[in-house]
């Protein structure tokens, strides 16, 4: 059973079962109103957690169809679906996503220092409770590549132990604030002031994106052609961002193959064809299949002690976040679904961003949301460095 468990088709295989899974109870049953996004995770975090899959990918035991997905399907998706994204839209959402993901990114500083005190960080955590502290503010405004940037300055890894159940918990946590996420604009809808900029429109809670709505006509020309926009855009960005390094410049893949779809979508001809909404949403649930997957509660349980501070270390960091951004949102009057999106940008990074606002409908936070996940990428380092240092 180890070895099927393990085997890539296999895998891929229950993860797209669960996706059918979630648009079938989405399409046929009151949790419609839930959404397919969060019962992907949802789903998959319990099969992952019966052992049934795997729940991580690690150097000592690699699951290679998450490796895959992580770094082909995720921005291959991304890809695709902003060849849907009309620029003038975009516009519209921009100062203000701005304005309120840098409010999340003080609130995620100000929740690491704050969350280190309430768990008594020195006493739980040791000497690295300070770079601990910057790790997480690091993933929590950019994304992983900052958290570890920090953990190798300060040698975390050396401690297994303590880098081990890091990784574990910033993993749960992510997964739960995608959920909180999916649902905070529903939730908190009865408490939203309309927008100064709504235009008359009320403010709206973002309906979840239908099978109907994502429902396209193709024939195998297409999809192929919709297939070889994708790999072969993500091969140019990869190229490019290998060659601009080679030259001293480091500029991310994910704004490169960003700027590609973007030349690309105003495009007609590019534009009109069908199949990126379809295939960029399929791609879309696998990723999130597999932050559920890396929900790994029993990794949790066996840190004891140090594990269980460390996850409500992460949930208040996470808590704290979220209270400071919706709430300034609500005293400004900005969008609820642009708050969501902006806070997953944080958390969560780009895709997680992307996914958020296709789970919403909200087609014009697609791009803002992913440009907001690379700024993050871009500053995570420096503000997870500055929070070293002010934590005592």
């Known amino acids: 059973m180890s070895g099927l468990r393990t085997d890539p088709l296999f895998i891929l295989t229950v993860l797209s079962l669960l996706i059918v899974l979630s648009e079938r109870i989405c399409e046929r049953t009151p949790l419609r109103h839930v959404g397919s996004a969060l019962m ?10 019966l052992g049934i899959i795997p729940s991580s990918s690690t150097a000592d035991a690699p699951t290679p169809i998450y490796d895959i997905i992580f770094a082909y399907v995720a921005p291959i998706a991304i890809f695709w679906l902003l060849l849907q994204v009309n620029l003038r839209e975009v ?123 994502e429902t396209e006509t193709l024939d195998p020309g ?64 696998l990723f999130l299949a597999v932050i559920g997957a890396f929900c790994d509660m029993r990794v949790m349980a066996g840190l004891g002690t140090v594990g269980m501070m460390l996850l409500a270390f992460a949930l208040l960091v996470v808590f704290v976040h979220g209270t400071i951004i919706f709430a300034t949102a609500w005293l400004f009057r900005i969008d609820l679904d642009g708050a969501a999106v902006a806070s997953q940008a944080n958390v969560g990074g780009s895709t997680s961003a992307l996914a958020l606002a296709k789970s919403l409908g909200r087609e014009d936070l697609i791009l803002p949301g992913i440009l907001l996940g690379a700024l993050g990428n871009a500053i995570g380092t420096f503000l997870g460095f500055v929070v070293i240092r002010m934590t005592r």
Do not use: C
């Open 222 to 285: 297409r999809f192929a052609l919709m297939l070889a926009l994708g790999t072969g855009g993500l091969w140019i960005s990869n190229a490019i961002a290998a060659v601009l390094a080679g030259r001293g410049i480091s500029v991310p893949s994910i704004l490169i193959i960003t700027t590609l779809a973007l030349v690309l979508a105003q495009i007609p001809a590019v534009a009109a064809l069908p199949g990126a909404r379809l295939a960029g949403m399929y791609a879309v649930y």
């Open 40 to 49: 992907v995770i949802v789903f998959t975090a319990i099969v992952a957690n």
């Open 91 to 213: 516009l519209k959402a921009g100062l203000p996503m701005i304005a309120i993901y840098l409010v999340g990114s003080l609130g995620t500083m100000i929740g690491v220092i704050v969350a280190m005190r309430v768990v008594n960080g020195a006493e739980h955590f040791g000497p690295l409770y300070r770079a601990l502290g910057g790790m997480f503010a690091g993933t929590y405004i950019g994304g992983s590549v900052n958290f570890n940037a920090i953990a190798l300055e300060y040698d975390v890894m050396r401690n297994g132990a303590l880098y081990g159940g890091s990784v574990a918990v910033d993993n749960v946590a992510t997964a739960l604030w995608m959920m909180a996420t999916i649902a905070a604009p529903r939730v908190l809808l009865p408490l939203w002031r309309r927008p100064r900029r709504a235009e008359g429109r009320a403010v709206r809670a973002g309906p979840i994106t239908s099978v109907a709505a």
